[in-house]
């Protein structure tokens, strides 16, 4: 299974992994992304006391600053094509023109507000999934009013991606045992025959799996043999209404 970097950090011992369980650092990146998504337009203080929070809990996890840009840059193409239009379609004075397209000034602030908001949310997501087992991250769904057919989609979904992997690897590894030196051409059809077995064969494997379960007694819910720590929620309650005193902060400093 080749999936080892999900939990590459996980295992690190840090203050957030001792004095916090999943779910607390769960709610913790779910308030900072709300804090940070809904803060009022133009409170830049605010933006800037939140940024300094997800700072300190990069410095918490023990959380490389190189491993948490790489894994949010895989995020920012989602949200940098919307803010690339706004300085085209958002009228205002202008800050320059780059042949027949003209950028206003007032576009370019709302695109890097939106930059600024989207890259915090998610790096403050992102820091908790970092130090978080998956498993432990899919257990700690249950503590979210969310839908019981979303919350087992996702942990059936996290564990079809092993199926998937492992039927890759071993489809991959008789692709090469049998063509040998063979041509390029030759090389890529059989690549693309390869993915539409590869679709069968983990989807037949997957099914196997399903009905396995459903014997074993499955019933929408993932059992765990190492529950969750009980572990003091006074930090959590505690960052969670700091994020809220810093949002009321923001409402504030832009109608003063």
């Known amino acids: 299974m ?14 957030l992994g001792r004095r916090t369980t999943p779910e607390q650092r769960l709610w913790i ?13 133009g409170a830049w203080r605010g933006l800037a006391a939140i940024a300094l929070i997800v700072a300190l809990g990069v410095w918490a996890a023990s959380l490389p600053a190189g491993a948490l840009a790489r894994r949010v840059a895989h ?18 004075p202008v800050a320059f023109e780059l042949g027949p397209l003209t950028f206003s000034r007032t576009g370019l602030t709302k695109a890097a507000e939106i930059m600024v908001r989207a890259t915090l949310a998610v790096s403050a997501v992102t820091v908790v999934i970092s130090v978080t087992r998956a498993a432990d991250l899919l257990s700690a769904l249950d503590a979210l009013p969310l839908p019981r057919l979303v919350k087992s989609s996702l942990a059936l979904g996290y564990r079809y991606v092993y199926v998937l992997n492992d039927e890759l690897e071993r489809t991959a590894r008789a692709l090469r045992s049998r063509l040998g030196r063979a041509s390029a051409s030759r090389y890529w059809r059989a690549r693309a025959a390869l993915l539409a077995h590869l679709v069968v064969r983990a989807h037949a494997r997957a099914s196997r799996i399903h009905a396995a379960m459903l014997s074993r007694g499955y019933r929408d819910g993932l059992p765990t043999l190492q529950p969750t720590a009980s572990v003091s929620p006074v930090w959590t309650v505690a960052i969670i209404t700091l994020l809220a005193a810093i949002w009321l902060a923001g409402l504030f400093e832009v109608r003063g």
């Open 29 to 41: 990146a779910i308030a900072a992304a709300f804090a940070a998504g809904l803060m009022p337009p």
């Open 75 to 92: 995020a920012v193409p989602f949200f940098l094509l919307p803010a690339l239009a706004l300085p085209l379609s958002v009228p205002g």
């Open 2 to 15: 080749g999936f080892a970097h999900l939990d590459r950090f996980a295992d690190r011992p840090s203050w």
